[in-house]
RNA sequence: GGAGGGGUGCCCGAGUGGUUAAAGGGGACGGGCUGUAAACCCGUUGGCUUAGCCUACGUUGGUUCAAAUCCAACCCCCUCCA
């Protein structure tokens, strides 16, 4: 049965952990306390392959990654090339398209960008491991005799994510059916390649976990632990980095470091001081100073989150440019020579250019109808006058540093390429 | 293989020949109020050269002046039986 962690560890790292947040669930708590106590830990984390990068959904698991490696651990990042072949069916409630090996690998490469910037690359101090390379050779008759027979219909049956399509009369391929199986399988193989016992993971995957304890428990007789996080939702209650315009992504190529920024600056109220414990390294004293902040006083704690974690996610500097733009944005409320430029192709300016089509260009909407009924809405603004003509053409002189803004937060600068 | 049920816009879901670009809800976005918050109120939510036109209700054909709605075939899903 689950164990809802509450109480105190011996292990300061773990200790941290919980005290910031990070631990929904963990496997037997006194076995993992000992464990963390008197080992090198060992700890993974898989990350599906079905993204060209990661989102803030994944900063959870990154900061995790990112504790252990600050105790000295070792993190584990098992890149999940053979499973996303097969597609987690967790929390899913339809199967997702299967991707082609090509996609696979290409995502891989953003995707590792991504750690890159997170986490220490130096030697020994993490691994990054990718399940292609032994599910890829896998013989079926060998591994149904090897594995699948430490596997019940019954008990998978059991999981929730297997229940949640069978209530819902949504299909479950056999494909993806296995998916557990074989993410039990890593979990057996990287404690043999690397003595690794721990597997960590959001609260969705603790089925998956327990699998491959089960796993590890009955073919080595030997013991291994499991922690998953809390599914981080904001107080809506929708899931974290989710926006209409996509999600919230960690490459500044993907999602404009302003754009970063206004994500965590515009936090709920009820969300900033659980998301700076769980987004930033922060240090828990600084952290209750700012608990007891009030009502708009909140915004303090609400620019420190999204600095702390832009400085993390894109440099120090890039943190401060992006920080001043806002102040002189939404503070000073001047035009900002720090807000992102856009560089408009000349050739789509020859002598000028309609607002409709640069709305569409700079991806503010995504049609001219859209472009159309958003200046209805009042949403655009040249230089902070709002625009209500969508007939309007913007000549060729005009463009240089000129502000576009869409709503109140979306704003860039203009400018003229080549 | 047999019997029954079903496939509608981002999602849920109404609609069984014309008044349907498709009710209602959710989500999202915009506006107002505020603190770049929440709640609340209002608006928008297929495309275009926007008083008009075009494309859309699993796919392809057909009936009809007129189809999401009727017919046929096919594809997919669910339940029960074999």
């Given at each position: 049965?689950p164990?809802?962690?509450?109480?105190?560890?011996?292990?300061?790292?773990?200790?941290?952990?919980?005290?910031?947040?990070f631990?929904?669930q963990?496997?037997?708590?006194?076995?993992?306390?000992?464990?963390?106590?008197s080992?090198?830990?060992?700890?993974?984390?898989?990350?599906?392959?079905?993204?060209?990068?990661l989102?803030?959904?994944?900063?959870?698991?990154?900061?995790?990654?990112?504790?252990?490696?600050?105790?000295?651990?070792?993190?584990?990042?098992?890149?999940?090339?053979?499973?996303?072949l097969?597609?987690?069916?967790?929390?899913?409630d339809?199967?997702?398209?299967?991707?082609?090996?090509?996609?696979?690998?290409?995502?891989?490469?953003?995707?590792?960008k991504?750690f890159?910037?997170?986490?220490?690359?130096?030697?020994?101090?993490?691994?990054?491991?990718n399940?292609?390379?032994?599910?890829?050779?896998?013989?079926?008759?060998?591994?149904?005799?090897?594995?699948?027979?430490?596997?019940?219909?019954?008990?998978?049956?059991?999981?929730?994510?297997v229940?949640?399509?069978?209530?819902?009369?949504q299909?479950?391929s056999f494909?993806?059916?296995?998916?557990?199986?074989l993410?039990?399988?890593?979990?057996?193989?990287?404690?043999?390649?690397?003595?690794?016992?721990?597997?960590?993971?959001?609260s969705?995957?603790?089925?998956?976990?327990?699998?491959?304890?089960?796993?590890?428990?009955?073919?080595?007789?030997?013991?291994?632990?499991?922690?998953?996080?809390?599914?981080?939702?904001t107080?809506?209650?929708?899931?974290?980095?989710?926006?209409?315009?996509?999600?919230?992504?960690?490459d500044e190529?993907?999602?404009?470091?302003?754009?970063?920024?206004?994500?965590?600056?515009?936090?709920?109220?009820?969300?900033?001081?659980?998301?700076?414990?769980?987004?930033?390294?922060?240090?828990?004293n600084?952290?209750?100073?700012?608990?007891?902040?009030?009502?708009?006083?909140?915004?303090?704690?609400?620019?420190?989150?999204?600095?702390?974690?832009?400085?993390?996610?894109?440099?120090n500097?890039?943190?401060?440019?992006v920080?001043?733009?806002?102040?002189?944005?939404?503070?000073?409320?001047?035009?900002?020579?720090?807000?992102?430029?856009?560089?408009?192709?000349?050739?789509d300016?020859?002598?000028?250019?309609g607002?409709?089509?640069?709305?569409?260009?700079?991806?503010?909407?995504?049609?001219?109808?859209d472009?159309?009924?958003s200046i209805?809405?009042?949403?655009?603004?040249?230089?902070?006058?709002?625009?209500?003509?969508?007939?309007l053409?913007?000549?060729?002189?005009?463009?240089?540093?000129?502000?576009?803004?869409?709503?109140?937060?979306?704003?860039?600068?203009?400018n003229?390429?080549?």
């Open positions: 049965m164990i809802t962690t509450k109480k105190k560890f011996k292990s300061e790292l773990l200790n941290i952990l919980n005290e910031r947040g631990i929904h963990t496997t037997n708590g006194d076995a993992i306390d000992k464990y963390f106590n080992n090198e830990v060992i700890g993974y984390i898989g990350f599906d392959l079905t993204a060209k990068s989102h803030v959904g994944s900063l959870l698991q990154i900061m995790l990654l990112k504790w252990l490696q600050e105790y000295n651990y070792k993190p584990i990042v098992l890149m999940g090339g053979g499973t996303t097969i597609g987690d069916p967790s929390g899913k339809e199967s997702r398209k299967i991707l082609d090996q090509n996609n696979i690998m290409m995502n891989q490469d953003g995707i590792f991504v890159k910037k997170f986490l220490n690359f130096d030697d020994k101090k993490i691994i990054i491991e399940n292609l390379d032994w599910l890829r050779d896998l013989n079926y008759i060998t591994f149904l005799r090897d594995f699948g027979k430490h596997f019940t219909i019954n008990r998978m049956l059991s999981f929730d994510s229940k949640l399509r069978l209530d819902r009369e299909p479950l494909l993806e059916f296995n998916y557990m199986i993410q039990a399988y890593d979990f057996w193989e990287l404690k043999k390649r690397h003595d690794c016992r721990l597997q960590l993971g959001g969705d995957q603790w089925g998956n976990i327990i699998n491959g304890i089960e796993l590890i428990r009955r073919v080595d007789r030997s013991e291994a632990y499991g922690i998953t996080t809390p599914l981080v939702t107080s809506s209650g929708s899931k974290m980095g989710k926006t209409a315009d996509g999600a919230i992504w960690l190529d993907l999602t404009n470091p302003h754009e970063f920024w206004q994500f965590w600056r515009n936090t709920d109220d009820k969300d900033v001081i659980r998301f700076i414990k769980l987004f930033t390294t922060l240090p828990m600084e952290i209750q100073k700012l608990e007891s902040l009030q009502g708009s006083e909140l915004n303090e704690a609400k620019k420190i989150l999204a600095n702390e974690v832009t400085k993390n996610t894109h440099g500097d890039i943190a401060d440019l920080h001043k733009s806002a102040l002189e944005t939404f503070e000073q409320k001047i035009i900002s020579e720090k807000l992102p430029i856009f560089e408009l192709n000349k050739k300016c020859i002598d000028s250019i607002l409709l089509a640069l709305l569409v260009k700079v991806g503010f909407s995504k049609s001219n109808s472009a159309r009924k209805l809405n009042g949403a655009i603004r040249i230089n902070d006058h709002t625009i209500s003509d969508p007939s053409e913007l000549s060729k002189s005009d463009i240089s540093k000129l502000k576009l803004s869409f709503g109140k937060k979306k704003h860039i600068l203009l003229l390429g080549l």
